[in-house]
């Protein structure tokens, strides 16, 4: 008898265990796959986030910032920073410190600043007499629109002109006739040579052609006090020094230093209204962040301080300071701080002052 071999069907001639490991390896060929296009995904998640959070304002402040003030503490640039700063620490969750470094007219501040990382974790609260230092300083360690770039303002207040009572004046128009009646005999006290208030007595000197002595202090509070003690005539200073003393009339208020009339100092006419058509001159402060700080930073920051400076208690706290907050753009900060560093060069140079 005949034996037949019967051969394999089509399609089953591999071994059992050949066919298994076939389907082994195929299964991990898709597996490693799948690996290598996940592990591309995460990967460039990971490079997106990293850039992502490098670039979104959201990333800023992660650590404690400083602000730098160019005033002693308790000064009204000082009260304002604080206030500033409790209101930045609350809506940033990060906080904000105040560092007093005071002395050559906010040089060492500004000097300080400058050097500083511009990663937005240093910021200037600059003041208004630091417009004057271009032109009275010599030589300067650092460039007020180079160094720096304008973040927002702050608060401002005009300055105020008072006289000791004994005086005869009753307004702007009869001081300057008594003192042209007396060239040379009246003479004025100021925070000190260079000082916003001097600058702007001299504005006053040279605009109504009168002749009158300065009187030079160190610091406001001292020329106040021999201002009410009758040692200098009078004096212009910024609102919280004189008007408490013009309320309980030991002096005599004449004029606010504005071009309208300001809440901070109720009952003055301005100088204008008085006789002196454009005579502006104010104490305000604004925050600088050291030149090429990252732009989303600095916007942010401009947001953060104009929704502070809207605040009810901000408003209140500042108007207690006899200051009004000035909410504004980067722009506008930046064409103020030019209006006032030329202004105030062009007097420097006309008055001829100088320090070194």
């Given at each position: ?20 490991q ?10 490693s ?26 990333a ?6 400083r ?28 906080q ?51 160094d ?24 702007l ?8 009646a ?13 000082s916003?208030?001097h ?5 006053l ?16 509070p ?30 005599r ?43 989303d ?19 209140k ?22 209006s ?17």
């Amino acid at each position: 008898m005949r034996t037949q071999t019967r051969q394999p069907a089509r399609g089953h001639d591999r071994a059992p265990h050949a066919r298994s490991q076939g389907r082994r390896d195929v299964a991990a060929r898709s597996r490693s796959g799948a690996l290598r296009r996940l592990a591309g995904v995460l990967c460039a998640a990971w490079v997106a986030g990293v850039f992502d959070a490098a670039a979104q304002p959201s990333a800023y402040p992660s650590r404690s910032v400083r602000i730098v003030v160019a005033t002693a503490a308790g000064s009204g640039a000082d009260i304002a920073a604080r206030i500033l700063a409790s209101s930045l620490s609350a809506s940033l969750g990060a906080q904000f410190v105040v560092e007093n470094r005071p002395g050559a007219a906010g040089n060492i501040a500004a000097e300080a600043t400058a050097r500083a990382a511009p990663d937005g974790y240093t910021l200037l609260l600059m003041v208004a007499g630091m417009t004057i230092n271009p032109a009275l300083y010599s030589k300067l360690n650092y460039n007020i629109e180079k160094d720096f770039d304008p973040v927002a303002l702050v608060a401002s207040a005009p300055l105020v002109l008072a006289i000791h009572p004994s005086l005869p004046a009753r307004d702007l128009k009869e001081l300057i006739a008594f003192a042209k009646a007396r060239p040379g005999e009246l003479n004025y006290g100021s925070s000190g040579s260079g000082s916003s208030p001097h600058l702007a007595a001299e504005m006053l000197r040279m605009q109504a052609g009168i002749n009158i002595v300065h009187v030079p202090y160190k610091g406001s509070p001292q020329a106040v006090n021999d201002l009410i003690a009758g040692q200098v005539a009078m004096m212009l200073a910024a609102p919280s020094s004189l008007m408490p003393h013009i309320e309980s009339k030991r002096l005599r208020g004449l004029a606010v230093a504005s071009l309208k009339p300001s809440d901070t100092t109720p009952g003055l006419a301005t100088m204008s209204e008085a006789g002196l058509p454009g005579y502006e001159a104010s104490t305000w402060s604004g925050v600088l962040a050291p030149a090429g700080t990252p732009k989303d930073i600095v916007a942010r920051l401009n947001q953060e301080i104009n929704n502070a400076l809207r605040l009810p208690l901000a408003k209140k706290q500042l108007a207690a300071q006899r200051f009004d907050p000035i909410p504004s753009t980067q722009a506008e900060f930046q064409a103020y701080l030019r209006s006032e560093l030329a202004k105030w060069g062009k007097l420097v140079r006309a008055a001829g002052a100088k320090v070194d």
